[in-house]
Structures are given as C-alpha cells and as structure tokens.
C-alpha cells in the first residue's frame, strides 16, 4: 500500500521524456496511474524514476483526418474516448471500464502498453487494424496492432520508447463482446470483430497477447448470415490454450471464446 | 394459493394508522450531520505529536517454526523508533485466556506469534517509524529464518491430529458436544425412507468492513494506563482478554471511539494487535498508531467459522414430512479459538430454522487449523447451520422427487400453531413463513422459470 | 528527484507544501493537510473511500502520487459545506438514511457531486453507473440511490 522511494521528473515535452526514459533503465512512464501506481503500492515492482507525462499535450486527443482514419493520442483518457463520436466502438468499450474515477484518468496508451491478458483494448485495436506509433531516441517507427503485442505486459514500445498515438483505418461496423466479473469488471473472456470487406476476429484473456481467429475470419469469407457466422466459430476453442483460474476454467473460456466471437462479430453486423 | 393461506387471513394484523413513539416513523440520526461532512472521527484520523507508526512483520507460512528473527538492519534505517518480537511479547506478557474448556484453554496465545507461526499472515514481528512509509520499508529489512511445518488445511486433517498446532493442548479438538433433541431413534423408526447426504461443506468468509481495523496507542508513564484510540467494537471485551495479559488493572486501559467504519464483527478479536501496539507506546515512550491494511485484513483479521457437515440423515415420509435431522459437524476456527467455543454452541438458537422437525441430533466438534482464527462474522455461526437446513430441504426434495417449494411448506412450523416451542427450546411468537414464501416466489416470477 | 516543493489548491486554498515523490495523494490530504474527511478503505484502488475531485473530476486519491498534483486543483468533501449549512445532496443522504456508518459516504458524496455537476437531472442508470467505483459495506445501496435520485429532479 506504500511506495518504495522513486524518483519523478515531468518532461514538458516528448523529447524530453524520452531522452529521460532512455537515460535509466528503471526508468517507467507514468500516464493515468491506474494500472502503475497499484503496482507499486503492492511493492510488485518498483521504477527508480516516474517519467510523467501529464505535461504531454501533443499526446492527447482524438482527431478525425477526415479520410476515415481516425488519431487517438495516447495520453487520451477513457472518459474522453467515451465522450468522442469519431469511432463509436472505442468509446463505448472505453465507458464499460471499471467505474467514473478510473476512466477519468487511465488512458488508452496505458492500457495498451501495460498489455495485461485481460484489458479491453488489446483485442479491439488488433480487431480494428489499428497502427501504432512509437517513438525513441532513434527516432519514430509505426507497428502494426499485430506486431505491436508481444507478451504479458510486453509491447513493442521498449524501454526509452513512447507510444505516441494509435490510428485506427477507416471503417465502422465493429463489434466488441465479453464476459467479465461483475459488470464492467476485469475481462474473464473478451472478443472485438470488425467487418470491413472482411471479418478481422481478435480473442482476449485467452493468452498473453490477443488472438487472431484466423479460421474463423476464413469461414465467415462474405456470408455474414447469423448461421455462417455462428457455423464459422464452431472448433476456435480448440485452437485455443487458454489458462483456468478461480474464475474460469481453460474448458468454459474455449466455450466462451466461440460465443463471444460470434456475438461480436454479429453485433458490428448490426453497428451502421 | 394454499391451505396456510386462507386460514391466516384473519391472524394477519392490518396495519392502520402510525402509532405515537418511534417504531414505523423515519428519525433522523444524529450522527449524520457531521458524517456528511467528513467530520467524522475514525481512529486513523487521531493524530498525536511524535507519533509513530506500526508495521507488522507477518508469515507468509501457514505454519513454520521461527527459527530466528533479527531487526538490527530495520533499527538502523533512519526514521525507525524501534520494534517488538515474539521474545519480548513471551517475557512482557501472560497469554491471553482462552473461553475455551481443555485442550483448547491450554492453547498460548500472544501478541505476536512465539516460537511458532500458524498461519498465513499471523504477525511475527512490529516495527515503527516517523512515516508509514518509513516503516513498511522498515519491515522489509527484518529478517525471519523460517522452518516450514507441515500445514493442516482441512478440519478432516485437524482431526487425525497426525500435525498437532498447540503442544500445550496435545490435540487439535478444542470442543466437543452431542445436541440431541427429541428421539432421533423414534424417527427413524418412523420414517419410510432415510435421505443420506455425504457431505455439505460451508467455506469461510470475511465481512470486510470498509474501514480496517487500528488503533493509536499513548502511554501515561505517571499513571501506567494506556489510553487507546481504536475501532474495537466490543473494548470491554477487549479490556477483559488485554489487562491480565499486559498484568494490569482494566483500569489501565481507557478506550476512546467516536467513529467505526463498520465491524461486522471483524473488529471484535483485536487484542492481539492491540497489546503489540501497547508494549510498543511503552517501550519506545510515544504513541504508536496501527493500521491494518485490507490484505491482511482478508488473510489474517478473523474469518467467520468454517463447517463441514458429514453422515447427515434425515428420515422422511413418503410425502415429504421431515421427522428428524442428524448430522457431524466439523467446525474449522482457525488457528486460535479466540472468542469460540460460542460459535460451537450458538447455532443451537436456530437448530430447526422455520421447520417443524422435532427430533434432531448434532454431533459438533470444533478442530484448529492453519488458517485465519474465526471471530463472530455477520450472522455468526447461525448462517452456517440455517445454509444447511435449506440445502437439506433441497436435497430431499430432490431426491423425494417433490417440488422444494411443496417440501417447505409441509414442513413449516404454522401459524397457528404459535406460540410454538422448538425442541431446542425457543418461541416463534408469531409469523407465517408460507405466506413469506409465497410473496418472495411472485417477486422473483419463480412460476415463470 | 524524490521530493519537491509542491503547489496545490485545496478546497479553494493555494497550498504550498515539500512532498516526498512516493507520498500518495490520499496520505497527504488527510496525514499532511489534515482533511480526513477523504478516507483509505482498501490497497486495491477498488473501493472508492479515497474519491475526490481532482482539475474538477471524480479521481481516486489512492491511485494518484501528491507530486503529481502540482499545479492541480482539488476539492475533498470538506469543500461541500465549509459554513457548516449542508448542500442539498448532504441532507438528501441523511433523509434517505443513505449513509449508517458514514465512511464510505464522503467518497459517495464527491461521486455523487461529479455527476449531478455535468448532469443534473441522472437516470437511475446513470446514477448507479456513477456511484459504481464506491463501495458500500452498510446499506446496500439502495438508500444511496434514493438519495441521489432525490436531488436530481
């Protein structure tokens, strides 16, 4: 419930903070604190140095680039997401996280980056072929969502890096489903689909990084019908190695993983 | 609608108008006013110059030998004022009494743990310091060598008494009593059949306060008496097991409350921490505040009692009339007993619950464990035996065939038969629990399911 | 650095003070600054008791570090009735028994206050939606609810 000592710096831009990022290995961005600031008070890892990063306007805000594409700054907060029109999927998926003090100030770029099994947006950004842009010392690099999800709590914005902003491509019948513990509580199983010529079907909780239903995405093809929909997701458990735990079992998230693909898939049918 | 229905309706009293007095009316409290402001006063809020704060060093073992234990690196961190252990607890202080009859009342029970840990979370060593942060970072620095001991996790392991928790007490059987009512033969030979139910398990659990227990400690060295800011909810009973063991007056510990974040029972077996906490305000000559923290609330504060219930029976008529209940229940309190045997011998306010049986046997043995030692939670000892009348009526209905609904109604002690005795020798004044069934049924549209 | 001199408005008060880095916010506004009105209740971040209002949002004063809130503004449930005369919404809380041992209620208060702040007139829906980072252990919610209700006609 306490800290060990730490260091705190707050850069006034992005240069900043990623020269002080790079220059000290414990060195951690701290974003919203929701996720890092528990972290510490269990003592389950200790930065030496907070680089925060409220300062960081460049990092916040959803923009509309007027092609369909739309930029979400990292540092964007899920109240904020929730407050936006530009991809309606993103922030009604942000509203159902945790409760109103917590969505006030996590961010999107926290929650990717921290890439625990179980956060929402993982499996919705892989499912929207989001992009996502990192920048270091080396300068400034785009990851595809596939790429970008590496481990639990591995992402490909390293140590002295940042992620800046995720751009999400044009499109809109996306669909996003989960069972979680309590309403609005952590993911048990979760699955994102967006149809957008094809269908892209993204698993979550079921493995370190979010899992593309590859098989299932072949055998929707074009036929969104709700019985080739529902014939498609038959044997995506099997594929799956998911872990049991004391709120699941591997067996009831294989199951939930077929349920909740089609129901996701079937509601971004419905989204216009 | 039922027989029982229509014969009650003229025994239902009608409510007419609002009687003069409290009972019916909305008053408001006095306390709200300072509540909603955030004037309360809840310990943690009491502040004292020079304060220090106290951490607990406590096992991550279920049960283990303390081989040694060495603070000298967490007295050197600056800011620390200083620490208790086990040693010092052994010398300061007598154990705490047990309610208990033998083997249990032989059990030594300390401040902190002695020689020994027995169970996860039991606090083995304090530390305090200027800061609360100073002193959990205190706390990691001291060093406990641990031997680990085979851990009994189940009261059916207490029972073979093949690992033994207290030495003193020779056995892990702290309590022991047959409850026989009424001719529990009789029923048998009556019965048509005898519904068998291996085994019935009811888990333990906590009541969780929002607020966690503490308390801030001063010592009056002219006077001897610690005067004690704390969220004890029974401190008369706390003063009772605290003074003999700090070899006191009562008279020498004056308990101060305003505000409790709730208690539920959790804030009743405080002792333990709170005699840490008052050699700790006497030795190092200042006040020391506690605070538990919600994890070691959940571990090792007090969990409400844990039961098995085995070989039950229950003899029955072909149309579901019950006559009799017989069952072994094994209680799992813990560690330490602390405030049991009651919870061995309470349940027994309610032994038929809202049934008409009249013939019941409880055979109740009460073991220690290596888990968080049980104090009264919410409901305290009551719900774990009325859990087990409901799922006995479910599962004879089940097995009876008959809808459970059918099976509670037959069974049901009925209104006009109150005043009823129980065979345990309570009075249902009044009541009609068909009709309660009935209307909790239509709210929750049990027809439609 | 691993402390720093720190300038925070309080309840409407510019406070200067030397924070630690790793000092949480709820220990200094109730340890530092003596308003305990704002309370811990649990290690988690999951229970709300901690709730203020932090640049005018509902935050969680546990999951934010004290040096962080340089230069911010903050409102614990101190700043709801400073004269004493309590808001509508207080007694509301008190009318509807919505509070019995009263330490979650600050935490509710400020939940209750961020809401009726961008929306005045809530659904129940919405009611529950903004009270769902705060645990209640005594009343079961329901009073809570009326209370709230009550002040959003």
């Keep these: 419930m306490l800290l060990r000592e730490v260091e705190y710096v707050r850069p006034a831009s992005v240069e900043e903070a990623i020269t002080l990022l790079s220059a000290n290995d414990g060195a951690r961005a701290l974003a919203g604190g929701q996720t890092l600031v528990n972290v510490m008070k269990a003592r389950a890892a200790s930065p030496d140095v907070l680089v925060d990063l409220q300062d960081l306007g460049e990092l916040r805000g959803v923009r509309d680039l007027g092609n369909g594409s739309v930029e979400i700054g990292a540092m964007t907060t899920y109240t904020e997401l929730a407050a936006d029109d530009a991809r309606s999927i993103l922030g009604e998926v942000a509203g159902t996280i945790a409760d109103v003090q917590v969505r006030n100030r996590g961010t999107i770029g926290g929650n990717v980056c921290s890439n625990d099994p179980t956060n929402h947006f993982p499996p919705l950004l892989v499912a929207l072929g989001a992009r996502f842009t990192i920048r270091g010392a080396a300068g400034e690099r785009e990851v595809s969502a596939d790429e970008f999800f590496l481990g639990v709590y591995l992402t490909a914005a390293g140590p002295g890096e940042l992620l800046t902003k995720i751009t999400i491509p044009p499109g809109g019948q996306d669909g996003f489903s989960a069972v979680t513990i309590g309403r609005d509580g952590t993911g048990i199983v979760t699955a994102a689909a967006s149809l957008n010529g094809g269908a892209r079907i993204a698993i979550g909780c079921v493995d370190a990084v979010p899992v593309r239903a590859t098989a299932m995405e072949e055998r929707i093809g074009h036929d969104l019908s709700d019985e080739n929909v529902r014939a498609a997701a038959a044997g995506l458990g099997a594929t799956l190695d998911p872990p049991s735990d004391v709120h699941a079992s591997a067996d009831y998230r294989r199951h939930l993983a077929e349920v909740l693909a089609v129901r996701a898939v079937l509601a971004a049918k419905e989204r216009r | ?449 | 650095m691993t402390s720093k001199r720190i300038t925070v408005t309080v309840n409407g008060e510019v406070i200067e003070y030397d924070v630690e880095a790793r000092r949480l916010l709820v220990h200094f506004i109730r340890d530092d600054l003596d308003l305990t009105g704002t309370h811990v209740g649990c290690d988690t971040g999951n229970c709300g008791a901690c709730t203020l209002l932090y640049n005018g949002v509902a935050a969680k004063s546990c999951m934010l570090l004290a040096i962080q809130a340089d230069g911010a503004t903050i409102e614990t449930v101190e700043s709801l009735s400073p004269d004493g005369e309590l808001t509508p919404l207080q007694q509301s809380f008190s009318d509807h028994h919505a509070l019995q041992c009263g330490y979650c209620t600050p935490g509710m208060l400020m939940s209750a206050k961020h809401l009726l702040d961008k929306n005045p007139h809530p659904s129940e829906d919405e009611i529950r939606k903004a009270i769902q980072g705060n645990i209640c252990r005594c009343t079961g919610y329901v009073n809570i609810v009326e209370a709230i209700k009550a002040v959003s006609k």
């Design chain 2, 1 to 449: 609608m039922t027989q029982t229905e229509t014969q009650t309706e003229a025994l239902v009293v009608e409510q007419t108008e609002t009687k003069p007095g409290f009972a019916g009316t909305s008053i408001p409290r006095k306390e709200d006013k300072r509540l909603v402001q955030g004037q309360g006063v809840f310990f943690d809020d009491v502040k004292r110059h020079g304060m220090g704060y106290v951490h607990f060093v406590r096992s991550p073992y279920a049960h283990a030998k303390i081989k040694s234990i060495d603070v000298a690196a967490a007295l050197e961190l600056p800011g620390v004022y200083g620490s208790l252990t086990g040693d010092e607890v052994a010398i300061l202080t007598d154990p705490f009494f047990e309610l208990s009859v033998k083997p249990g009342a032989d059990i030594k029970d300390y401040a902190l743990a002695v020689g020994r840990v027995r169970h996860v979370g039991e606090p083995v060593a304090a530390v305090v310091a200027s800061s609360r942060e100073v002193a959990r970072d205190a706390a990691d620095l001291v060093v406990v060598d641990y031997e680990p001991l085979p851990a009994v996790t189940t009261a059916e392991q207490a029972q073979t008494n093949d690992v033994v928790l207290h030495d003193e007490g020779g056995s892990n059987v702290v309590w022991e009593g047959l409850f026989d009512w009424g001719d529990y033969e009789g029923a048998i030979a009556e019965a048509d059949h005898v519904v068998k139910i291996e085994r019935l398990h009811f888990d333990r659990f906590s009541s969780t306060p929002l607020e966690c227990a503490g308390v801030l400690v001063e010592y009056n060295r002219g006077t001897a008496q610690w005067t004690l800011y704390g969220n004890h909810q029974m401190p008369g009973v706390g003063a009772i097991w605290m003074a003999p063991a700090l070899r006191a007056g009562i008279d020498k510990l004056r308990f101060v409350s305003q505000d409790i974040g709730g208690a539920f029972g959790n804030k009743i077996c405080l002792h333990p921490q709170y005699v840490a906490c008052c050699l700790l305000a006497r030795k190092l000559n200042r006040p020391v505040q506690w605070t538990e923290w919600r994890t070691d609330q959940h571990t090792a504060n007090a969990h409400g009692n844990e039961r098995t219930f085995l070989e039950i029976e229950v003899p029955v008529k072909k149309d579901g009339t019950m006559l009799g209940l017989k069952v072994r229940a094994l209680d799992d309190c813990g560690a330490f007993p602390r405030y049991e045997p009651l919870g061995c011998i309470i349940w027994a306010q309610v032994t038929p619950g809202c049934y008409r049986w009249r013939n019941i046997r409880v055979d109740f043995t009460q073991v220690v464990t290596n888990k968080s030692p049980v104090s009264p939670n919410r409901g305290y000892s009551r719900m774990q035996h009325l859990w087990l009348t409901e799922r006995v009526i479910d599962l004879v209905a089940n097995e009876l065939d008959l809808d459970p609904v059918e099976v509670r109604k037959k069974n049901y002690v009925r209104t006009e038969e109150m005043p009823y005795e129980t065979p345990n020798g309570c009075v249902y004044d009044s009541g009609d629990y068909a009709k309660c069934l009935d209307i909790a049924l239509g709210l929750i549209g049990y027809d439609g399911l």
